[in-house]
């Protein structure tokens, strides 16, 4: 098995924290897995990316052309990645922030409305989280409970009161999948 995801979105929306999550969850359940950052010099509000490759055998290379999964946090990410999804690939986007129609018809879609779900929760800053639920759904690689004590493991000292919402969250966006 070899795989990949591209998450992309604004600065602020938590885009690595996600990704690193989900490769942390990869590495935890055996695979062998590369993470790698892509962000402007902008900080909140700039665009940014990771991505993440799993496989069952040693990744080589971190460098993803053509993305086999995309997780679209917003419009402009939408916009630059669907293109570039490998046919037969999938993409989840947040039905929330981005208002464009599929141009493509060889590629799974998942319209999940990310940013309404975490605002349900408590807190817009939990859509990452939902997404995240959203692709586990999807693209079932790895279990949502190596997600949730990978969550309980880095959500600690102030951070631990966000917890509960998170869990929440990820609980929510894996709903949403049908």
Not at 56 to 82: H, M, Q, W, Y
Not at 89 to 95: A, E, F, T
Not at 114 to 130: E, F, H, L, P, R
């Amino acid at each position: 098995m070899d795989s990949n995801v591209l998450i992309a979105g604004f600065g602020g929306q938590g885009v690595l924290f996600i990704g690193q999550l989900f490769a942390s969850a990869c590495m935890n359940e055996g695979l062998n897995v590369t993470w790698f950052p892509a962000y402007g010099a902008e900080m909140r509000g700039g665009t940014v990316n990771c991505t993440v490759c799993m496989s069952d055998e040693e990744v080589a290379c971190a460098f993803v052309d053509k993305p086999t999964n995309v997780i679209a946090l917003n419009g402009p990410s939408f916009e630059r990645f669907e293109s570039q999804i490998v046919p037969g690939g999938l993409m989840v986007v947040n039905s929330s922030l981005v208002k464009s129609e599929p141009k493509r018809k060889d590629i799974t879609y998942k319209f999940v409305p990310m940013t309404d779900i975490a605002n349900t929760v408590g807190n817009q800053k939990m859509a990452n989280i939902v997404s995240l639920g959203a692709f586990i759904k999807a693209f079932p690689i790895v279990k949502k409970d190596s997600i949730i004590d990978l969550m309980k493991q880095k959500l600690t000292g102030k951070k631990a009161e966000m917890l509960e919402g998170n869990i929440k969250a990820l609980e929510q966006g894996f709903a949403a999948v049908n």
